[in-house]
T-cell receptor, first 116, second 115 residues
Framework: DAGVIQSPRHEVTEMGQEVTLRCKPI?????LFWYRQTMMRGLELLIY????????DSGMPEDRFSAKMPNASFSTLKIQPSEPRDSAVYFC??????????????FGPGTRLLVL | AQSVTQPDIHITVSEGASLELRCNYS??????LFWYVQSPGQGLQLLLK??????LVQGIKGFEAEFKRSQSSFNLRKPSVHWSDAAEYFC?????????????FGQGTTLQVKP
């Protein structure tokens, strides 16, 4: 398997612009997670999906952030409008559940976002 | 409050020396426990995990970790560090009660390896 795929790997944009980050989870995984990593706050869970349904979005910082999962093989994280404080590395991870036990999360390589 | 603490932000060891990275958690019940490694510019890679059973867990790249319930700790060890081990290491927990798979990460420990 190719692992979790994220695109783009790097994104530079100007304040106020819309940014869309993309993620393809590992085939067969039914959980998908979006994280943000910054020096100040470390790794934060933003939102996660189970079977394409958002389960917990309590980590989404504000209404400018939205996430969708239209099907089992694709998810997006959108920031509109973007602000300089959104600059961070955004990770997508996926996992599955076997016999009622949550399995390991596998992470993508991340998207480095810089908002000028 | 539930938390994961990695007391050491930065550690420097000489190549060939032994390594121990500390991780403490604060939860009502023993959570699932993980160690991840992040090389510069890369994503997170799982080193090892503890769900149940033997409290000494073997992982990849020669790493091991020991779960100590009495100390609420899950320290990562390696007997002989290689220069390629220089990276950031994250301890993470997933509460068993919720069984949602949500991971809560520590702040990370940056490992520097001296030649």
């Amino acid at each position: 398997d190719a692992g979790v795929i994220q695109s783009p790997r790097h994104e530079v944009t100007e304040m106020g612009q819309e940014v869309t980050l993309r993620c393809k989870p590992i085939s067969g995984h039914d959980y998908l997670f979006w994280y943000r990593q910054t020096m100040m706050r470390g790794l934060e869970l933003l939102i996660y999906f189970n079977n394409n349904v958002p389960i917990d979005d309590s980590g989404m910082p504000e209404d400018r952030f939205s996430a969708k999962m239209p099907n089992a093989s694709f998810s997006t994280l959108k920031i509109q409008p973007s602000e300089p404080r959104d600059s961070a590395v955004y990770f997508c991870a996926s996992s599955s559940r076997l016999a009622g036990v949550q399995e390991t999360q596998y992470f993508g390589p991340g998207t480095r976002l810089l908002v000028l | 409050a539930q938390s994961v603490t990695q007391p050491d932000i930065h550690i420097t060891v000489s190549e060939g020396a032994s390594l121990e990275l500390r991780c403490n958690y604060s939860y009502g019940a023993t959570p699932y426990l993980f160690w991840y490694v992040q090389s510069p510019g890369q994503g997170l890679q799982l080193l090892l995990k503890y769900f149940s059973g033997d409290t000494l867990v073997q992982g990849i790249k020669g790493f091991e970790a020991e779960f100590k319930r009495s100390q609420s700790s899950f320290n990562l060890r390696k007997p002989s560090v290689h220069w390629s081990d220089a990276a950031e290491y994250f301890c993470a927990v997933a509460p068993r009660s919720s069984n949602t798979g949500k991971l809560i990460f520590g702040q990370g420990t940056t490992l520097q390896v001296k030649p």
